[in-house]
């Protein structure tokens, strides 16, 4: 490997780290300010965002400690056999990165991935090392999630847990033939029992923090996993039903999707072409409707098509209410919580609001008109005090109606 000073190898390494979407928000158009007009770009690696146990969204340095990789899985572009050009940071290095980012103001903490470099526990051992200087060494305070190496020895992935907030594990892909098939050197199985391993530890310090103030903290924002979209021939219903299982099993945060992107030479296993990110995004509304709507995945995959996708126009809980129109409308004045958190157009906050007010008044459109953001999607759903929209679910053409109008797509646009 040439030697290359810091700067080149965070170019690199951040760039590298971009394939992870563990915190990433992608999906956004490209822009920036090259030729000096405006200011900022949508396109820079290097931070990225993620929200804190607490709910603040804060800024991490988002960066692998080597782009090398004993491995081949056929989806990435740090492969062994991918003719990238590599880099590997010292454990050294990224504490000093991470301290003068921090101190700059830059950052509020780390976001630390690698390949796998001589052994899966060789590079376990050094991601814990950068944890463990920035929390002994230098007393950091900051976040850190740390991506953490299945088959490492089981010790190594409690010391990471130790020292980092989060810690993730990816499961990759929603089945075991496509784990098989296109990342054959991992173990489906032993990614899962990492998984469990790290629940127990999790659940362990809980435990022992709610008895005495002086135990240490373990992962205090819990695990999460990450599951590459569109690389091989699962549907939308069988990740959600993945998800839900890893939610179940494992107590995870959050799953996080990736859609699969084309990479530079990539192997014949492959789809020549990226799924729409669309996909992504619906996804992401699906487990949002399961973490927090009350949606079950046999909800979800009922809002699918034949084939067990999700429809790309329009949101997955406008599909389920458009398929399942007996259940509408729903009277905003009555309705239990349940039910009108399944109205599409209601979010969390308009329920609440509704729930609250209704105490007091009975509600007519008008005033649900105040608590929502757009009346025109909820109404056809709803009854008031002064609105009954029977024959409006009844309509054949209820779809083009509450469905969000085409906009014209840039095309050049990821
Ligand atoms: S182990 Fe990780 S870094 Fe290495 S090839 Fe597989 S996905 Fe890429």
Same mark, same amino acid.
């Given at each position: 490997?040439?030697?290359?000073?810091?700067?080149?190898?965070?170019?690199?390494?951040?760039?590298? #780290?971009?394939?992870?979407?563990?915190?990433?928000?992608?999906?956004?158009?490209?822009?920036?300010?090259?030729?000096?007009?405006?200011?900022? @770009?949508?396109?820079?690696?290097?931070?990225?965002?993620?929200?804190?146990?607490?709910?603040?969204?804060?800024?991490?340095?988002?960066?692998?400690?080597?782009?090398?990789?004993?491995?081949?899985?056929?989806?990435?572009?740090?492969?062994?056999?991918?003719?990238?050009?590599?880099?590997?940071?010292?454990?050294?290095?990224? *504490?000093?990165?991470?301290?003068?980012?921090?101190?700059?103001?830059?950052?509020?903490?780390?976001?630390?991935?690698?390949?796998?470099?001589? @052994?899966?526990?060789?590079?376990?051992?050094?991601?814990?090392?950068?944890?463990?200087?920035?929390?002994?060494?230098?007393?950091?305070?900051?976040?850190?999630?740390?991506?953490?190496?299945?088959?490492?020895?089981?010790?190594?992935?409690?010391?990471?847990?130790?020292?980092?907030?989060?810690?993730?594990?990816?499961?990759?892909?929603? !089945?075991?033939?496509?784990?098989?098939?296109?990342?054959?050197?991992?173990?489906?199985?032993?990614?899962?029992? #990492?998984?469990?391993?790290?629940?127990?530890?999790?659940?362990?310090?809980?435990?022992?923090?709610?008895?005495?103030?002086?135990?240490?903290?373990?992962?205090?924002?819990?695990?999460?996993?990450?599951?590459?979209?569109?690389?091989?021939?699962?549907?939308?219903?069988?990740? *959600?039903?993945?998800?839900?299982?890893?939610?179940?099993?494992?107590?995870?945060?959050?799953?996080?999707?990736?859609?699969?992107?084309?990479?530079?030479?990539?192997?014949?296993?492959?789809?020549?072409?990226?799924?729409?990110?669309?996909?992504?995004?619906?996804?992401?509304?699906?487990?949002?409707?399961?973490?927090?709507?009350?949606?079950?995945?046999?909800?979800?995959?009922?809002?699918?098509? #034949?084939?067990?996708?999700?429809?790309?126009?329009?949101?997955?809980?406008? #599909?389920?209410?458009?398929?399942?129109?007996?259940?509408?409308? *729903?009277?905003?004045?009555?309705?239990?919580?349940?039910?009108?958190? =399944?109205?599409?157009?209601?979010?969390?906050?308009?329920?609440?609001?509704?729930? @609250?007010?209704?105490?007091? =008044? !009975?509600?007519?459109?008008?005033?649900?008109?105040?608590?929502?953001?757009?009346?025109?999607? *909820?109404?056809?759903?709803?009854?008031?005090?002064?609105?009954?929209? !029977?024959?409006?679910?009844?309509?054949?053409?209820?779809?083009?109606?509450?469905?969000?109008?085409?906009?014209?797509?840039?095309?050049?646009?990821?």
């Amino acid at each position: 490997m040439p030697q290359l000073d810091v700067q080149a190898k965070l170019a690199i390494l951040a760039d590298a #780290a971009k394939y992870d979407a563990s915190c990433a928000s992608s999906g956004t158009t490209k822009r920036d300010s090259k030729g000096g007009k405006g200011v900022g @770009s949508t396109e820079g690696m290097g931070i990225c965002h993620a929200y804190a146990p607490d709910g603040r969204c804060i800024s991490l340095l988002k960066i692998l400690l080597t782009n090398s990789c004993i491995f081949d899985c056929h989806y990435c572009i740090n492969r062994k056999s991918s003719n990238v050009r590599r880099a590997r940071f010292t454990a050294d290095e990224v *504490v000093r990165l991470t301290l003068a980012f921090y101190k700059r103001n830059y950052i509020e903490g780390l976001f630390l991935s690698s390949g796998i470099i001589r @052994s899966s526990n060789y590079t376990m051992e050094q991601l814990v090392e950068v944890a463990r200087a920035l929390r002994e060494d230098h007393d950091f305070r900051g976040y850190i999630h740390l991506k953490t190496i299945p088959d490492a020895d089981p010790e190594l992935v409690r010391q990471a847990g130790l020292h980092a907030d989060r810690v993730s594990i990816n499961i990759e892909l929603p !089945t075991a033939p496509a784990l098989k098939r296109l990342a054959p050197e991992k173990d489906g199985a032993r990614i899962e029992s #990492a998984m469990s391993e790290m629940k127990a530890s999790i659940a362990d310090a809980r435990d022992a923090g709610a008895k005495y103030k002086s135990a240490p903290r373990f992962a205090p924002a819990g695990q999460s996993t990450q599951m590459i979209v569109g690389a091989d021939a699962a549907s939308d219903g069988d990740i *959600v039903a993945r998800a839900s299982q890893l939610y179940d099993r494992y107590g995870l945060r959050r799953v996080y999707y990736s859609a699969f992107s084309p990479i530079p030479d990539a192997s014949a296993v492959l789809p020549l072409k990226r799924p729409p990110l669309m996909r992504e995004h619906r996804l992401y509304q699906s487990d949002w409707l399961m973490r927090f709507y009350g949606f079950t995945p046999t909800d979800v995959v009922a809002a699918a098509g #034949a084939d067990g996708m999700l429809p790309l126009d329009i949101d997955p809980k406008l #599909a389920w209410a458009l398929k399942f129109r007996a259940a509408f409308p *729903v009277d905003v004045n009555r309705a239990p919580k349940e039910q009108l958190l =399944r109205v599409p157009g209601l979010g969390i906050k308009a329920v609440e609001r509704i729930l @609250s007010s209704r105490r007091w =008044r !009975t509600l007519r459109l008008d005033d649900v008109a105040r608590l929502t953001l757009s009346i025109g999607k *909820v109404r056809p759903f709803i009854c008031t005090a002064d609105w009954r929209p !029977t024959l409006l679910t009844d309509r054949a053409d209820l779809r083009a109606l509450v469905a969000p109008r085409q906009q014209q797509l840039e095309l050049f646009a990821a």
